[in-house]
């Protein structure tokens, strides 16, 4: 079966520094990656997606993700965090064998400490 | 170009009522998805429409139900409410469903509340 995890339920990072968000995956095929965010009392607004070429991908406000196939992960990342990325990260990996749904990672609380 | 809207914002109900939450997708999408956020949980996937059937269910009991309208919004019902059905209640468009790995944009949600 399809899966991901986000290993940490809570990151912290001082603002100004790196942040990394942590996804890996298991499918059976080629994954189909996804990363959103939730702000308090918010739907999710998605970031990026992965579904072939560079394994680097950019996506919306200065966020970054890197597809790694050895290590089937899908790390988000951020050169210089600001306050107002706190909030809540999803991944998801897209189902191949369960009629193509997405499947949800616990998600991540980013907090950035001014 | 609008994105995908919800209503209402707030429900608030009691034991054994039945709750009905609607979704407008983005204009030109056909796939609509249901997801429940209970609180301290992740999204757990509850229902796909696509072209007015319903291609997928996630593991809900039936009284969670729904249908899509020729104009691609659609509709939640949950029948018999619980305690335990108080949660936010996402909806999700795309293009198309299936093996097109089309993203899916979500709406603010709905804040069930059952009492």
């Known amino acids: 079966a399809q899966s991901v995890a986000q290993p940490e339920d809570q990151v912290n990072v001082a603002e100004g520094n790196p942040l990394t968000v942590k996804c890996t995956y298991s499918?059976?095929?080629?994954?189909?990656l996804f990363w959103y965010v939730q702000y308090p009392n918010r739907g999710l607004q998605f970031l990026l997606k992965?579904?072939?070429?560079d394994n680097l991908v950019k996506g919306s406000y200065g966020f970054e993700a890197e597809f790694n196939k050895s290590q089937t992960s899908f790390h988000l990342k951020k050169p210089s965090a600001l306050v107002s990325d706190s909030a809540l990260y999803f991944c998801?990996?897209?189902?191949?064998?369960?009629?193509?749904?997405?499947?949800w990672g616990a998600g991540t609380k980013l907090i950035i400490k001014p | 170009e609008a994105g995908v809207t919800q209503s209402p914002t707030h429900l608030i109900k009691t034991r054994g009522q039945q709750a009905t939450l609607r979704c407008s997708p983005i204009?030109?999408?056909?796939?609509v998805y249901w997801y429940q956020q209970a609180l301290g949980l992740g999204l757990q996937f509850l229902l796909w429409?696509?072209?007015?059937?319903?291609?997928n269910r996630g593991n809900f009991p039936p009284r969670f139900s729904g249908r899509q309208f020729p104009n691609y919004s659609s509709e939640l019902n949950v029948n018999a409410l619980e305690l335990e059905d108080s949660a936010l209640y996402l909806c999700?468009?795309?293009?198309?469903?299936?093996?097109?790995?089309?993203?899916?944009?979500f709406g603010p949600g709905t804040r069930l509340t059952v009492l």
């Open positions: 999700a468009s795309s293009l198309a469903g299936g093996p097109v790995a089309d993203t899916q944009y």
């Open positions: 204009s030109g999408h056909t796939s």
């Open positions: 429409y696509d072209e007015g059937e319903e291609r």
């Open positions: 499918v059976s095929g080629n994954p189909y």
């Open positions: 992965y579904i072939t070429g």
């Open positions: 998801a990996v897209r189902d191949m064998d369960s009629n193509y749904q997405l499947i």
